[in-house]
């Protein structure tokens, strides 16, 4: 909706929504004739959401330009980096983002900033499929040297074969969370959930099977059987190549990474602390108003207006464009009126773009549902990673991510911004993709232990994240063009969301090389696994079990 009023109504201990392109008064009409009426039973605004039609058109307009853009060069990225196959996964791609819009639509459902989330969260891991299987299919390659030439789909099928447990284990713990956010949490945490969920079943078609099926037809063609260099398998990449020679000692000094992380930790902890939380009128209950100004206004001569005005505790954010925005507890008109009077004062005319009006009630019960929710994600995947690897892996890979969340918690402390629905799903999506990379990496760990021969597990670990480290790395610079288109071309609405995912990538690329692998490799020493049992033979003569 660009310009109107969806109206939530409590009625007798239940709620109903009526939903138009209503003005102020009409939705106050609206409620006293609704209360008037035949029902007999009060009735109590919960929620209130007018949007200015500019507010509204710009808003989707800059979302879509930044998404064409981001995804775009993403695109380009996989295209020069893998060539042909990356050009196969840029189609698939573009077929993954049709298939998800239909499925939206199919729904009728409607995508708000969340569900924007789920969607990036959803490019990330198709991309991430992707380029595992690319970088994988490049190791068997430079292994089976001159017969991959002969036939180039042997590398690439077996490159399937070997990521098809990372890919399943990644999707799985993913897709576990949206259910659990889309049946516990509600309002936009609720979109979040189903749009994941959409992008995540449609990135596993996408990535698994359309990409294999086009690569499978295009490495018959004779004009690329005799230039195998065109596939982009046939060569390891800079990155890997000097990883190759000279496999960095990571493990060696996994204390002082682990210090490290905690100093980190700590740093985010006393801004939650000292600063404190700014939460979102989405939790507490309040009115947020977004005026716009005739002209540019200093964002403390605004707040010292509106405190003037008798609105101490007031919070108070402008921008360069013009833009006022304005939260207080107070919720009625004639408090509005006198905050708009007052930024007149010092900013001239303003007119209201965007007014959200939240009930102290739905802001308790968003809150407990999504924490409920994010709770109960988070024990799902730890219980899930403890039975597909060790409890030893499980809890690193949690404790990584746990470490990002805190930390992105932490930034938005100090930099003093506002903890709403957005930051939610933003902050749900960093749970994703620091999952997705533990995984991945703690995956080739155990392939490695497997046929470890009696190689040190300090060695085996380092060669996991330097096998690892061109996928984390091209996979983190897919996401980052969404992102930065985002936060450049997004506009105000997008600025703290992409920031928190900008955050929350970088942290979890970092979280995974230097404490879920380091965090793996201490609790292992100390509780190594049991030694398999040996397996009984039997002997042909005496017929005796050894």
């Not at 890979?397 to 990002?404: F, K, P």
Request: glycine share 12%.
């Amino acid at each position: 909706m660009q310009n109107g009023v969806p109206c939530g109504a409590g009625i007798g201990g239940g709620s109903a929504q009526i939903t138009g392109g209503f003005s102020g008064q009409e939705a106050r009409d609206l409620a006293a004739l609704v209360q008037g009426g035949a029902l007999p039973v009060p009735v109590t605004t919960v929620e209130q959401s007018t949007v200015g039609p500019t507010l509204g058109a710009e808003a989707i307009r800059a979302s879509a330009l930044a998404a064409v853009i981001g995804l775009a060069c993403t695109g380009l990225f996989v295209i020069v980096v893998y060539r042909l196959l990356g050009l196969l996964a840029t189609v698939a791609l573009l077929l993954y983002g049709l298939i998800s819009y239909a499925a939206v639509v199919a729904l009728g459902a409607t995508l708000t900033l969340p569900g924007l989330a789920g969607f990036v969260l959803a490019v990330g891991i198709a991309v991430d499929a992707n380029v595992l299987v690319f970088e994988r299919a490049r190791e068997e390659y430079a292994a089976l040297g001159r017969t991959a030439a002969r036939d180039l789909r042997r590398p690439v099928t077996t490159a399937f074969g070997k990521v098809w447990s990372a890919v399943a284990d990644s999707h799985i713990t993913t897709l576990l969370a949206a259910g659990l956010l889309f049946v516990f949490a509600t309002g936009p945490v609720k979109g979040f959930g189903v749009t994941l969920a959409i992008g995540v079943v449609t990135s596993l078609l996408t990535a698994m099977v359309v990409t294999r099926l086009l690569a499978d037809l295009a490495l018959r063609l004779p004009a690329v059987r005799r230039r195998p260099a065109v596939t982009g398998i046939a060569e390891l990449g800079r990155l890997r190549t000097r990883l190759t020679r000279r496999v960095p000692r990571l493990t060696a000094r996994r204390r002082r990474w682990l210090t490290g992380c905690a100093g980190l930790l700590l740093v985010a902890l006393a801004g939650i602390g000292v600063r404190g939380m700014e939460f979102g009128v989405e939790f507490t209950g309040g009115r947020v108003v977004q005026y716009a100004a005739d002209r540019p206004v200093d964002a403390d001569a605004a707040r010292a207006a509106v405190t003037a005005a008798g609105f101490p505790d007031a919070f108070v954010q402008t921008t360069g464009e013009g833009d006022v925005s304005v939260r207080v507890k107070e919720t009625g008109d004639g408090e509005q009126r006198e905050i708009r009077e007052a930024l007149t004062g010092v900013a001239g005319p303003v007119t209201v773009e965007r007014d959200d009006l939240i009930g102290p009630s739905l802001g308790s019960e968003l809150r407990t549902h999504a924490l409920l929710a994010l709770g109960l994600a988070v024990a799902a995947q730890l219980l899930y990673l403890t039975v597909r690897f060790r409890w030893t892996y499980a809890t690193a890979a949690v404790a990584a991510m746990t470490q990002d969340v805190l930390l992105v918690i932490g930034l938005f402390a100090w930099l003093g911004k506002p903890v709403d629905s957005v930051f939610l799903a933003a902050l749900l999506t960093v749970v994703g993709y620091s999952v997705n990379d533990s995984v991945v990496v703690l995956d080739r760990l155990r392939e490695l232990r497997r046929r470890g021969g009696g190689v040190p597990l300090t060695d085996l670990a380092d060669r996991a994240v330097a096998q690892t480290l061109p996928r984390t790395v091209n996979t983190g610079m897919g996401a980052l063009f969404v992102l930065v288109a985002l936060a450049v071309l997004g506009g105000d609405s997008l600025t703290d969301f992409s920031v928190a995912l900008l955050a929350g990538v970088v942290l979890g690329m970092a979280s995974t090389v230097f404490t879920a692998i380091p965090l793996a490799v201490t609790l292992e020493t100390r509780h190594p696994a049991p030694a398999p049992a040996p397996t009984p033979t039997k002997r042909r003569r005496t017929g005796a079990v050894v």
